[in-house]
T-cell receptor
Framework: EAGVTQFPSHSVIEKGQTVTLRCDPI?????LYWYRRVMGKEIKFLLHFVKESKQDESGMPNNRFLAERTGGTYSTLKVQPAELEDSGVYFC???????????????FGPGTRLTVL | DAKTTQPTSMDCAEGRAANLPCNHS???????VYWYRQIHSQGPQYIIHGLKNNETNEMASLIITEDRKSSTLILPHATLRDTAVYYCIVRVHKAAGNKLTFGGGTRVLVKP
């Protein structure tokens, strides 16, 4: 079974441009999460989808970031316009609908390395 | 979610057991202890989790103290591929899933 995939693996853009990151979760996983690590900092949560609905978007840094998950399958994260401080690695993770007492393991993708020049 | 404290780094000899401590003195009764690791240039990877009892799987063992204020992740026979940053995370199990809160983790270097 395929794991979580992310596209592109690397993206280099100039300040002010727009970039869209894509995440394909494991098939059947209702929960989809976005995280990012900016240079020298810890991995930070951005938002959480349950199917197509945003369950928690408390980590989204500002309104330049827009996440969507139309149809409850893959998700996109758009940054518009990109700023220098947006550089970092963006991770996507997915998990199954948790059962009482069950494992809430999140499966992570390899990440997208974004560089804003 | 409760805050955790881990050593910044540690070295381990290949083939020996690696014992990674984590303090979570403010953990609540309904919070689980999770361990993830991130190998360089990869996404974080789940290792193990537990609530009260010690747990073991094919990757590691998790020892949780009786008062639950600390835990230890044990890699029984460390290999060079276990070199990674290890994260101890405490979190509740919410009905609709919930985020992971990563700290600085412990950078483990397994040496030949």
């Amino acid at each position: 079974e395929a794991g979580v995939t992310q596209f592109p693996s690397h993206s280099v853009i100039e300040k002010g441009q727009t970039v869209t990151l894509r995440c394909d979760p494991i098939s059947g996983h209702d929960n989809l999460y976005w995280y990012r690590r900016v240079m020298g900092k810890e991995i930070k949560f951005l938002l959480h989808f349950v199917k197509e609905s945003k369950q928690d978007e408390s980590g989204m840094p500002n309104n330049r970031f827009l996440a969507e998950r139309t149809g409850g399958t893959y998700s996109t994260l758009k940054v518009q316009p990109a700023e220098l401080e947006d550089s970092g690695v963006y991770f996507c993770a997915s998990s199954q609908e948790p059962r009482q007492g069950g494992n809430r393991e999140q499966f992570f993708g390899p990440g997208t390395r974004l560089t804003v020049l | 979610d409760a805050k955790t404290t881990q050593p910044t780094s540690m070295d381990c000899a290949e083939g020996r057991a690696a014992n990674l401590p984590c303090n979570h003195s403010t953990i609540s009764g309904n919070e689980y202890v999770y361990w993830y690791r991130q190998i360089h240039s990869q996404g974080p990877q789940y290792i193990i989790h537990g609530l009260k009892n010690n747990e073991t799987n094919e990757m590691a063992s998790l020892i949780i103290t009786e008062d639950r204020k600390s835990s230890t992740l044990i890699l029984p026979h460390a290999t060079l591929r276990d070199t990674a940053v290890y994260y101890c995370i405490v979190r509740v199990h919410k009905a609709a899933g919930n985020k992971l809160t990563f700290g600085g983790g412990t950078r483990v270097l397994v040496k030949p």
